[in-house]
């Protein structure tokens, strides 16, 4: 299984500001995903990320709003930009498994607020 | 990706048998069934997945009719530290790149 990590944990920002989520992977993968998941809520997918490639956004999500970077195979950033409240959320990374797509590794997420 | 519904919530005690159900009846024949245990303060981790009969692994067992239209998951023997959200998730992922989660069942194992 991979190990992943994501920078900062947590953190509190003040609307109209952004912030940059990082996630980091021990071994070289294909593809990475963003989710979403709001207080109480489950998992929602912002984006795909493939190195080398524009990131690919579900309905719902604009790249202004959430720019990614994939400069490698360990590693991606999320942007929330120009926050408010409502983007307070857990903010998760995740990876294909070595496996194949029949199984993805969660990294433990960023617990973001906005005041 | 088929659509599953499943209980919001269950309650179980410690050493009890927990049995948590799905339903997916528009289920692809190319589809496959997983599940993933997401605890408080952590990414969701896959702990099973099949396509039909049973599947065993050292966490859980996944037990899956012949119309393939529901699934149930079994976690042998609760112990306080399976407290979590279970989530049933559908589809071929084999040729998809998405993981679509439901709202998964919030199981709470009391002593």
């Known amino acids: 299984s991979a190990v992943i990590s994501q920078k900062p944990s947590r953190d509190i920002c003040q609307r109209g500001t952004s912030l940059t989520i990082q996630c980091q992977v021990d071994s070289q993968v294909t593809m990475m995903f963003w989710y979403r998941q709001q207080p109480g809520q489950s998992l929602t997918l912002i984006a795909t990320a493939n190195q080398g490639s524009e990131a690919t956004y579900e309905s719902g999500f604009v790249i202004d709003k959430f720019p990614i970077s994939r400069p490698n195979l360990t590693f991606s950033t999320l942007t929330v930009s120009n926050m408010s409240p409502e983007d307070s959320s857990i903010y998760l990374c995740?990876?294909?498994?070595?496996?194949?797509?029949?199984?993805?590794?969660f990294g433990p997420g960023t617990r973001l607020l906005v005041l | 990706l088929a659509k599953t519904t499943q209980p919001i919530s269950m309650d179980s005690y410690e050493g009890q048998e927990v049995n948590i159900t799905c339903s997916h009846n528009?289920?692809?024949?190319?589809?496959?069934i997983t599940w993933y245990q997401q605890f408080p303060s952590q990414g969701p981790r896959f702990i099973i997945q099949g396509y039909k009969t049973k599947v065993t692994n050292e966490v859980a067992s996944l037990f899956i009719p012949a119309d393939r239209k529901s699934s149930t998951l079994s976690l042998p023997r609760v112990s306080l530290s399976d407290t979590a959200v279970y989530y049933c998730?559908?589809?071929?992922?084999?040729?998809?790149?998405?993981?679509?989660f439901g709202t998964g069942t919030r199981l709470q194992v009391f002593p």
């Open positions: 528009n289920i692809a024949t190319n589809d496959y």
């Open positions: 995740s990876v294909e498994g070595a496996a194949g797509r029949e199984t993805q590794y």
């Open positions: 998730l559908v589809g071929d992922l084999r040729n998809t790149d998405k993981l679509i």
